[in-house]
């Protein structure tokens, strides 16, 4: 037994028939649970355990004296074998140390793929030039030299296509920009959705933009994303000379402001130029909504302009806005207000016609509303503005009043949104007066409507899950 024992084979042999199989269990399980957790380093052990550990293995048991007689080829081929895969297991484990745990939007994330090629296939070339020198003693210098010779070459013959590459890679090393920015450059405007080594793409809105990285880098852009401040749209408008000026700049921000895709974080400003001309500044929740809202923002104004009075473009005319037009709305209405049509022929001196387009606000909560509006056309949704949300309680039609509460001159908790093109018309609150003292069952009926929208409100807001503040609650 002592004998067995000292033969420089026997400790190699227990090494190799006990451990081997110890080593191959260890790595089963640690695969088992990496593929589990779905990680991307269980095809490297699964290679360890299936190519390397065995072949380590056998060269263990090939390299002790007497396991093969003179010079054999078989230990140099298995020992090649085993740098090979040495070789393979280094790289993929650099590779996913390296790149495949990179944080999202490190420099190893951006790092260009066919670049981490390019430098795994240099590594494999001189690892295996470096193996056949050790194991075959192959002389390698004339594979180095024409491994330079040939770099050179190419680099000469690629220099200006190599150096767009490269000053594109640099540029997405500095990372100016991230997938979701908005870039302006050329005259064009466009959201990031993807960068790669080669080129960025752009969404226009108008179809997909392919620019390339080089050429972003070699310009001047803008990364309307990045500024400090909120990304404002701007445009310039035009208002009669006669139009006073603060008029104006307060009807451009109260405007503006009503526009749904308007930043919260900064109020619209308003420049006077010369010649009646004004540049109004919104600023956007994101750049990509620039056109809408100076669309939205020109389709309200004209409305709002006639409204107020102004005349936009200087534009001094408004043939809807007529005496007999108005006298018809008159006499429309006047059986909802208990008149007879003297009566309602003597409000034409205070009341007016007014119009709102599709969209616009009509009443705002906090508002005390200075006339009551009655519809001759179009749709309206009274709602409650809340944490949820937009909570909807009714629609409201022909002949419909809006602004109930002006009666009281009370705050009004509901908002009013126009849902269609709407005309109304307005009866300022000191004509509304004189018209409840002459009727009181004007007064009796705009209680009892004021108080239905309450109990509609309530049910709408107990449906959402949410109640109304303790208190007078006004819903106009």
């Known amino acids: 037994m002592a004998d067995i024992v000292s033969q420089p084979w026997f400790w190699p042999a227990v090494i190799v028939s006990v451990g081997l199989p110890l080593v191959l269990i260890a790595l089963t399980e640690m695969h ?3 593929a589990r957790r779905g990680s991307r380093a269980a095809p490297i052990v699964l290679m360890v355990r299936n190519y390397l550990v065995p072949v380590a293995g056998v060269l263990v048991l090939l390299s002790q004296p007497g396991a093969w007689e003179g010079e054999g080829t078989w230990p140099k081929v298995i020992w090649t074998i085993f740098g090979l895969l040495v070789i ?16 999202k939007g490190s420099w190893r994330d951006r790092f260009p793929s066919i670049f981490s090629d390019l430098i795994r296939f240099v590594f494999i070339v001189v690892g295996i030039a470096l193996l056949f020198w050790w194991v075959w003693d192959a002389d390698v210098a004339g594979v180095f030299a ?11 013959a690629l220099q200006n296509a190599v150096g767009s590459i490269v000053s594109g890679l640099f540029l997405i ?3 100016p920009f991230q997938i979701g920015d908005w870039l302006e450059t050329g005259g064009t405007r466009g959201q990031i959705i993807e ?3 080669r080129a960025v793409h752009l969404d226009t809105g108008n179809g997909i933009l392919v620019m390339p990285t080089a050429e972003l880098a070699e310009g001047s852009f803008t990364n309307l994303s990045r500024s400090p401040e909120p990304y404002a749209a701007s445009a310039e408008y035009t208002f009669a000379t006669d139009d006073p000026p603060a008029r104006v700049r307060a009807l451009l921000v109260e405007v503006a402001r009503d526009i749904p895709l308007v930043s919260p974080d900064r109020e619209p400003a308003v420049t006077t130029l010369d010649g009646a001309r004004y540049r109004v500044s919104i600023p956007l929740t994101s750049p990509g909504d620039h056109g809408g809202v100076l669309d939205a923002f020109a389709t309200r104004l004209w409305y709002a302009a006639r409204r107020a009075g102004l005349h936009l473009d200087g534009d001094l005319t408004d043939e809807w806005n007529s005496a007999s037009r108005l006298q ?4 429309e209405i006047a059986p909802i207000l208990s008149l007879r049509p003297a009566e309602a022929e003597a409000l034409a001196s205070t009341a007016r016609l007014e119009r709102y387009c599709q969209g616009e606000v009509i009443l705002r909560p906090g508002m005390i509303p200075m006339a009551t509006r009655f519809i001759l056309a179009g749709r309206v949704m ?3 503005p809340s944490d949820a949300g937009f909570i909807q309680v009714t629609e409201l039609g022909r002949h419909d009043a809006v602004g109930l509460t002006a009666l009281t001159r009370t705050e009004t908790i509901s908002r009013a949104i126009a849902l269609s093109e709407l005309e109304v018309v307005a009866i ?3 004509a509304l007066d004189d018209v409840v003292r002459a009727h009181p069952v004007l007064a009796r009926e705009i209680v009892r409507e004021s108080e239905n929208r309450v109990r509609l409100a309530r049910s709408a807001m107990d449906a959402a899950g949410e109640r109304l503040a303790p208190g007078r609650n006004v819903f106009g």
């Not at 491994?147 to 680099?155: E, M």
């Not at 018809?328 to 006499?331: E, P, R, S, T, Y």
């Open 428 to 430: 300022p609150v000191r």
């Open 173 to 175: 090393f500095e990372a």
């Open 32 to 34: 088992n649970a990496m």
């Open 328 to 331: 018809d709305a008159l006499h």
């Open 146 to 156: 024409a491994l330079g010779i040939t770099s050179i070459i190419v680099g000469l």
């Open 382 to 384: 009274l709602g409650i």
């Open 88 to 103: 393979v297991v280094t790289i993929n484990a650099i590779n996913h140390l390296v790149f495949h745990r990179g944080e």
């Open 195 to 197: 960068v790669n080594w």
